[in-house]
Structure formats: C-alpha cells, structure tokens
C-alpha cells in the first residue's frame, strides 16, 4: 500500500469557504494508518521468525574478520614477548565454532532462568546466576 500525502484542507478565514463547507456535507477523512494497523503483525513476530531461522541455519553467525582481529588481540595479550601473527585458518574457524556454540547455550541457560523468574526479559543478574550456577569448572569461571 502506498502513502500518498494529505490534501490541504481549506482555511476558515474567508466567509465564502464557510458558505461552501456548510453548504456540502463533509466526507469523513479516512487516515492510511487506520487500514494499516490491522494488516500489521504483533509484536515480537518478526523477532520469533528471525529466532527460528537462525536455528535452521548452520553458517556461523559473527563475521569471520572481526573474530579474527579479536582472536589476534587475545594471543597478543596473552603471549606479549612471542611474536605470534599467524594462525591456520582451520583453527581459526574451530575456535569460532565452539566460541558460537558456549554463547548459544549459555544464553539458553539464561533465558531458561529468566522464564523461570516468570519475566520475559533477559536481565544481568540471569547471566551472573547461570555463571555461578556453572562453577567454577567452567571454562569463563577460571
């Protein structure tokens, strides 16, 4: 459906379009945004529609460039003095496999206390319970 704009409405400053307004009865003006607001969709839809699309896919969801730069960030701050520049492009991508894969299910563990709380919002304080729920064996806690 396309928006088209308003017609001016006529100004009640002169008498003779007093005269002309009185004399014709008036169409109700029908705005676009009433016929859309039943054709639109609730809200939330089109976040379950991403979800369940995501979860059809096996591509790897964070790009391969920034995951790189990060991973090359972490060795330069874990080994400063080696001069470590280059890593195999297999195990860049198995790194970015399981990385992808604690995120997806830690986030899981946290909306599932989030519903728990009966909320349907993600807070911190689930993040933090799911970390501590997880002990100490876990491979963030270390």
Known sequence: MVRRKRAPRPSLSSASSV???????????V???RTLVNLRAKSGT???QEIR????????????????????EIMLDL???????RIQAKALEALQEASEMYL????????????????????????????????????VNR
């Open 19 to 29: 005269s002309r307004s009185s004399a014709t009865p008036s169409k109700k003006h």
């Open 53 to 72: 699309f995501l979860q059809k896919t096996t591509k790897l969801l964070i790009p391969k460039l920034p995951f790189a730069r990060l991973v090359r």
């Open 104 to 139: 997806v299910q830690f986030f899981e563990d946290a909306i599932l206390l989030s519903l728990h709380a009966k909320r349907v919002t993600l807070f911190p304080t689930d993040m933090r319970l799911v970390r501590r729920l997880r002990g100490r064996h876990d491979i």
């Open 79 to 85: 080994f400063p003095r080696l001069e470590i520049n």
């Open 46 to 48: 089109k976040a379950l």
């Open 31 to 33: 705005s676009p945004t």
